[in-house]
C-alpha cells in the first residue's frame, strides 16, 4: 500500500506543472489573439477615417498627383478636287515667345553666358531665318528684355513644326521652360497646294484654336462643312504613376470628314488663266468666271479675281455667288422666252427700232449703235443677236405694258428666282420686282428698262444656272460644289443633281431660243466668240454700273453666258468683267473672248481620238533605220520591237547590214562583205561595232562626233596596215 500510495504522490506531483504549463501557453494565445484584434479594430477604424472623415482630404492629395486634362486636337478634314486632287489640308504652325517675367528666368545666364547666352542665340537665329543679322537680334532680344514682356515674339512669323524642333535646341531656349520663358503656341494653318485655284470657293479657317479645342471655318466649303470637317477632340491627363508621370488618353479624338469638291483641277487651271490674262490685257478692276457641267449642274470651275496693284490679280471676294447685280443683256434671253411663251411675238415679228434712240415716259433708251442711226427694222430674232435695248423692251411693252404682272410672273415660271440652295455662305439671291410689291418702287419706266436687264439684281451664278437649263433641253439644275462626304476614304454621303425646274418653257420655245444664241454668235454680237475648234452659243451682256443711283460714273460690267459645244453642249459658262479701262467695254470682245479660250482649251484637253481609226499619214515612217554591225545584237533590238525581218540572203551571221522594204513592210538583213587584209566599210554602223571591227584588223581609231558612222578617213577596199589610225566622222 506504502509504494502505491508513494506512486500516486509521484504523479500527481509530474502532472501539477504540466498543467501550469498549459494555462500559461493559452494565456499567451489570448494575448496574441488580443493583440490583432485591436490591430485590426485600429485597421478598420483608420480606414473609416480616411473613408468618411479625412476623405476629402484625400482626394485633394490625389488631385494633385495628377495634372489636368489637356485636349487632344483632332485633324481638319482635307479638301479635294472631283479627281482626288488635294485642294486643302491643316498643318500645324507655331508662334514662339519668351516670357521675360518668368519667376525663373535666368537673367545671369541670358547676358553673360558665352555658349548658352544672348550672343549664340543671336548668331543662330540668324544664320536660320536669315530675316536679321546677329546685330539686329541681339538689339531685338534685349528690347524685348527691356520691356518686360511676358509675351515677346522670338520670331515673329510663324514657324513649322521642324523648325520650332531645331530652335529648341538653341542656345538659351534649350534650357528648362522655367529657367528660360520660352514657350510656344500652336495654330492651324490651312495649305493650299495649287494655290489660288478656286481658293474663295474652297475657303479659309480661323488660325487659332478656339477653348474647344477645334479649328473653324471662315467662308467657302470650309464654313459650310465645318461641322463635319472640324472633328471631335480628345481628352489626355499627365498622372504619377509608380512615380513616374504617364501621359493617359482618356477620350480618342475623331478626325473631321473629308469633303470631294466637283472642282475640276484642269479645268479651274484654264478658266483662271484666260481670266487674268484678259483682266491684264484689258486692265480691269475684277472678272469672275464659272464653268458648269450642263447634266449634273457640278461646278467644274470658278474664279473671282479682282485687281490688288497694277498688273496683280488675286482673289478676294467670291462674286459668282454674291454680288447681286443688274446683269444687262444676257437677261434679254429671259424676256424673249416669256414673250414667246405668251404668243406675244414670233422669231420673225417685226420690230422698229428706228435711229437707236427711244423716248418712253420722259426717259431716254438707246441702242449702242445709235451713234451710226440706228437698226431700223428687226426681226424679234435680230433683237437678240444685235442685243438691241430698243427691239426688246418695245416687244415686252406690246405684250405686257398694260398688265406688267403677267411678265413678272413669267420671270418667276422659268425659274430665275428659285432658291438655289447653294453650298456657299453669304450667297446672293435673284430679285426681280413686282408691280404689287409695296417695299419696292414700280415706276413707269421699270417695265421696259427690265426687259434688258436693268432694275433687277441677279447673281452671276443664277444666270449660269439659267442659261445651262437651256443647254440641258429645258431642265433647269441645282448648281453643285460637293460630290462626295468621306470618312476615313469611304463614302459617307454621295451628292446627286437636284431638279430645280423640270422645264422652264415649252419645247418650241426653247428650240426658237437656241436657234437665237446660235445666232449672236455667228451673226451678232458674238461674232468674236465664234471658234473654227468647237461651236459655241450664248448671249453677250453690257451693262452700265450704277454708284450713288447714278451710270455712267463706275463704268461698265461686260458678260458672256453661253455653252459648248452647242449641238450637243457639255458645259455652261458665264465671264463677266466690271470696269475694263482699255478698250470699249463689249460683252462679246472680253468676256466673250474668255468663255472662246476657255471653250477651246476645254475642248482640246478632251479630244479623245481612236489611233486605229486614223488614216495612214504618207510621211510616216513605217521602218525604223537600222544601224549596220554585229547580227546578234540588231536581231536582238528588232525582235524586242516586234519588227519583221527576212535573212533568206543571210550567209554568215557576223557583220550585217539592214534594207527597208516598205513593200512588204520588213527589213532585209543582208552580209556586210568584208575581205582578207582590206579595210572594211563601216559606214552606217555605230560607234561601238565600228571600233570593234576595226580593232580586230589591227587598225587604230579615232572618233570624232556622235551618232552613227558617216564617213572613214580610209576608204573601204584599201589595203590594211596595222598600227594605221583611221578616224571615223559620227553624225
Given at each position: 500500500m506504502n509504494c502505491i500510495s508513494k506512486m500516486a504522490e509521484e504523479n500527481e506531483s509530474r502532472e501539477a506543472p504540466q498543467t501550469d504549463n498549459g494555462q500559461k501557453i493559452l494565456y499567451r494565445y489570448y494575448c496574441v489573439v488580443f493583440l490583432f484584434v485591436l490591430v485590426l479594430i485600429g485597421i478598420i477604424g483608420k480606414t473609416c477615417q480616411v473613408m468618411f472623415v479625412d476623405k476629402s482630404y484625400w482626394l485633394g492629395i490625389a488631385k494633385e498627383q495628377e495634372k489636368p486634362n489637356r485636349l487632344i486636337l483632332p485633324g481638319r478634314g482635307n479638301i479635294y478636287s472631283c479627281d482626288g486632287k488635294l485642294m486643302a489640308t491643316s498643318v500645324p504652325r507655331y508662334?514662339?515667345?519668351?516670357?521675360?517675367?518668368?519667376?525663373?528666368?535666368?537673367?545671369?545666364?541670358?547676358?553673360?553666358?558665352?555658349?548658352?547666352?544672348?550672343?549664340?542665340?543671336?548668331?543662330?537665329?540668324s544664320h536660320k531665318f536669315k530675316d536679321r543679322t546677329p546685330a539686329g537680334y541681339k538689339s531685338y532680344l534685349r528690347r524685348g528684355y527691356a520691356s518686360k514682356s511676358r509675351q515677346f515674339p522670338v520670331i515673329t512669323h510663324k514657324i513649322s513644326y521642324s523648325d520650332l524642333k531645331e530652335i529648341r535646341n538653341f542656345p538659351f531656349?534649350?534650357?528648362?521652360?522655367?529657367k528660360n520663358g520660352?514657350?510656344?503656341?500652336?495654330?492651324?494653318?490651312?495649305?493650299?497646294?495649287?494655290?489660288?485655284?478656286?481658293?474663295?470657293?474652297?475657303g479659309d479657317i480661323y488660325g487659332e484654336i478656339d477653348s474647344t479645342g477645334v479649328s473653324k471655318g471662315k467662308n467657302g466649303l470650309e464654313l459650310q462643312y465645318d461641322s463635319l470637317l472640324r472633328g471631335v477632340p480628345g481628352l489626355s491627363s499627365v498622372k504619377r504613376i509608380g512615380g513616374r508621370w504617364t501621359n493617359v488618353t482618356e477620350v480618342e479624338p475623331i478626325d473631321g470628314m473629308d469633303i470631294r469638291s466637283t472642282i475640276d483641277i484642269n479645268i479651274q487651271d484654264?478658266?483662271?488663266?484666260?481670266?487674268?490674262?484678259?483682266?491684264?490685257?484689258?486692265?480691269?478692276?475684277?472678272?469672275?468666271?464659272?464653268?458648269?457641267?450642263?447634266?449634273?449642274?457640278?461646278?467644274?470651275?470658278?474664279?473671282?479675281?479682282?485687281?490688288?496693284?497694277?498688273?496683280?490679280?488675286?482673289?478676294?471676294?467670291?462674286?459668282?455667288?454674291?454680288?447681286?447685280?443688274?446683269?444687262?443683256?444676257?437677261?434679254?434671253v429671259a424676256s424673249m422666252m416669256v414673250a414667246l411663251e405668251d404668243g406675244v411675238c414670233l422669231p420673225g415679228d417685226t420690230v422698229d427700232v428706228g435711229n437707236g434712240i427711244f423716248m418712253y415716259k420722259g426717259a431716254r433708251m438707246t441702242d449702242h449703235n445709235n451713234n451710226r442711226g440706228g437698226y431700223h427694222k428687226i426681226t424679234a430674232e435680230q433683237a437678240i443677236w444685235y442685243s438691241s435695248n430698243i427691239g426688246v423692251a418695245k416687244i415686252i411693252l406690246?405684250?405686257?405694258?398694260?398688265?406688267?404682272?403677267?411678265?413678272?410672273?413669267?420671270?418667276y415660271r422659268i425659274g430665275l428666282t428659285k432658291d438655289?440652295?447653294?453650298?456657299?455662305?453669304?450667297?446672293?439671291?435673284?430679285?426681280?420686282?413686282?408691280?404689287?410689291?409695296?417695299?419696292?418702287?414700280w415706276s413707269k419706266t421699270t417695265l421696259p428698262w427690265m426687259s434688258f436687264g436693268y432694275e433687277t439684281q441677279i447673281p452671276p451664278i443664277y444666270t449660269l444656272a439659267f442659261y445651262n437649263a437651256i443647254a440641258n433641253n429645258g431642265k433647269m439644275v441645282r448648281p453643285m460644289f460637293t460630290k462626295e462626304i468621306l470618312n476615313n476614304g469611304k463614302v459617307v454621303k454621295?451628292?446627286?443633281?437636284?431638279?430645280?425646274?423640270?422645264?422652264?418653257?415649252?419645247?418650241?420655245?426653247?428650240?426658237?431660243?437656241?436657234?437665237?444664241?446660235?445666232?449672236?454668235?455667228?451673226?451678232?454680237?458674238?461674232k468674236a466668240v465664234h471658234s473654227d475648234i468647237v461651236r459655241i452659243a450664248g448671249k453677250t451682256g453690257t451693262a452700265q454700273i450704277a454708284s450713288g443711283g447714278v451710270y455712267r460714273r463706275a463704268g461698265h460690267q461686260v458678260a458672256f453666258c453661253g455653252y459648248f459645244p452647242a449641238d450637243k453642249p457639255e458645259y455652261t459658262c458665264i465671264v463677266v468683267i466690271r470696269q475694263p479701262r482699255i478698250g470699249y467695254p463689249s460683252g462679246g470682245t472680253m468676256s466673250g473672248g474668255v468663255v472662246k479660250t476657255i471653250a477651246e482649251k476645254i475642248y482640246a484637253s478632251h479630244v479623245r481620238i481612236n489611233v486605229e481609226d486614223m488614216q495612214p499619214d504618207s510621211t510616216a515612217v513605217l521602218l525604223p533605220s537600222a544601224k549596220s554591225g554585229d547580227y546578234g545584237a540588231l536581231v536582238s533590238v528588232l525582235d524586242e520591237l516586234d519588227i519583221n525581218i527576212n535573212t533568206d540572203s543571210l550567209k554568215q551571221e557576223q557583220w550585217v547590214y539592214a534594207k527597208a522594204d516598205t513593200a512588204s513592210r520588213q527589213l532585209d538583213i543582208e552580209d556586210l562583205t568584208l575581205r582578207q587584209g582590206l579595210?572594211?566599210?563601216?559606214?552606217?554602223?555605230?560607234?561601238?561595232d565600228a571600233v570593234y571591227l576595226l580593232e580586230s584588223l589591227g587598225l587604230r581609231t579615232r572618233i570624232q562626233g556622235i551618232g552613227r558612222v558617216r564617213s572613214q578617213s580610209i576608204l573601204p577596199g584599201q589595203r590594211i596596215v596595222k598600227g594605221q589610225t583611221i578616224v571615223l566622222t559620227l553624225r
Open positions: 508662334y514662339t515667345y519668351i516670357d521675360f517675367r518668368a519667376d525663373g528666368f535666368l537673367k545671369d545666364v541670358f547676358f553673360k553666358d558665352k555658349s548658352n547666352g544672348l550672343d549664340s542665340l543671336a548668331i543662330c537665329l531656349l534649350r534650357l528648362n521652360k522655367y520660352f514657350y510656344v503656341k500652336e495654330m492651324v494653318q490651312r495649305e493650299k497646294p495649287f494655290g489660288s485655284l478656286a481658293s474663295r470657293t474652297i484654264i478658266t483662271e488663266k484666260s481670266l487674268v490674262d484678259m483682266l491684264k490685257k484689258i486692265d480691269a478692276a475684277s472678272g469672275t468666271a464659272v464653268v458648269m457641267e450642263v447634266k449634273t449642274g457640278e461646278i467644274k470651275a470658278i474664279t473671282n479675281m479682282a485687281r490688288l496693284r497694277e498688273g496683280v490679280y488675286a482673289e478676294t471676294k467670291n462674286h459668282a455667288v454674291a454680288d447681286e447685280t443688274e446683269p444687262g443683256s444676257t437677261f434679254k406690246k405684250g405686257y405694258e398694260h398688265n406688267p404682272t403677267k411678265y413678272v410672273e413669267g420671270l438655289l440652295h447653294l453650298e456657299i455662305p453669304g450667297a446672293g439671291r435673284a430679285k426681280i420686282r413686282r408691280p404689287d410689291d409695296t417695299t419696292l418702287y454621295r451628292f446627286s443633281t437636284e431638279v430645280i425646274n423640270p422645264s422652264i418653257c415649252s419645247e418650241q420655245t426653247l428650240a426658237i431660243i437656241k436657234d437665237m444664241l446660235l445666232g449672236v454668235v455667228e451673226k451678232g454680237t458674238g579595210v572594211p566599210r563601216v559606214v552606217g554602223m555605230g560607234a561601238k
